[in-house]
């Protein structure tokens, strides 16, 4: 199956969506919010959002292959500001999210059923689990249906993957900063 550029963006720009709404409304996620969580991919290859899309006028500065994708870009940029308490988060915001374009890749969910259900097969039971690079947490969560008792800690340095992974995983320990400052 191919990279849907366009679908991945808009799947990611609606669970942001839901990640704000649930920090503003001090909730958790419904499980049709969680379903949509679970879909957010991050914006490895999606290297438009690094494009400005504050207004019309930026338009120059897009190829024509990826024009389409500019109104999305401008409501991803409009969604992260209204949602900032000021400018300088803003920027943290929008600042994790381009540093993340060349290396948020997810593993697919089926390596991740194969690594877990071959260690079941094996007899290993994990007590603890680490993910250094959690993203949306696909790992925790397969991992955690086949060992329910074990233990898991979850860092994701991207701040909206983080904030995306906490309301996925409120159950876990979950840090948003890089493994590398433990």
Same mark, same amino acid.
């Given at each position: 199956?191919?990279?849907?550029?366009?679908?991945?963006?808009?799947?990611?720009?609606?669970?942001?969506?839901?990640?704000?709404?649930?920090?503003?409304?001090?909730?958790?996620?419904?499980?049709?919010?969680?379903?949509?969580?679970?879909?957010?991919?991050?914006?490895?290859?999606?290297?438009?959002?690094? /494009?400005? *899309?504050?207004? &019309?006028?930026? =338009?120059?500065?897009?190829?024509?292959? +990826?024009?389409?994708? !500019?109104?999305?870009?401008?409501?991803?940029?409009?969604?992260?500001?209204?949602?900032?308490?000021?400018?300088?988060?803003?920027?943290?915001?929008?600042?994790?999210?381009?540093?993340?374009?060349?290396?948020?890749?997810?593993?697919?969910?089926?390596?991740?059923?194969?690594?877990?259900?071959?260690?079941?097969?094996?007899?290993?039971?994990?007590?603890?689990?680490?993910?250094?690079?959690?993203? /949306?947490? *696909?790992?925790? &969560?397969?991992? =955690?249906?086949?060992?329910?008792?074990? +233990?898991?800690?979850? !860092?994701?340095?991207?701040?909206?993957?983080?904030?995306?992974?906490?309301?996925?995983?409120?159950?876990?320990?979950?840090?948003?900063?890089?493994?590398?400052?433990?």
């Amino acid at each position: 199956m191919a990279y849907n550029k366009k679908a991945h963006l808009h799947t990611n720009i609606k669970a942001i969506k839901i990640a704000f709404t649930l920090d503003r409304e001090k909730r958790n996620a419904t499980d049709a919010e969680r379903v949509l969580l679970q879909q957010y991919s991050g914006f490895g290859g999606i290297k438009c959002v690094l /494009n400005p *899309a504050q207004n &019309e006028l930026d =338009k120059a500065y897009w190829t024509k292959s +990826e024009m389409d994708m !500019f109104p999305m870009v401008a409501d991803l940029h409009r969604v992260i500001r209204e949602n900032s308490k000021d400018e300088q988060e803003y920027k943290r915001y929008y600042g994790s999210l381009k540093n993340s374009v060349l290396t948020a890749f997810y593993t697919p969910p089926e390596i991740i059923k194969t690594i877990s259900d071959t260690l079941n097969e094996n007899g290993v039971t994990p007590a603890r689990f680490l993910d250094p690079s959690a993203g /949306n947490g *696909a790992f925790a &969560e397969n991992f =955690k249906t086949s060992f329910p008792t074990m +233990e898991t800690v979850c !860092f994701e340095k991207d701040l909206l993957t983080g904030k995306i992974l906490s309301h996925l995983r409120p159950e876990d320990k979950v840090h948003i900063r890089g493994f590398e400052e433990i």
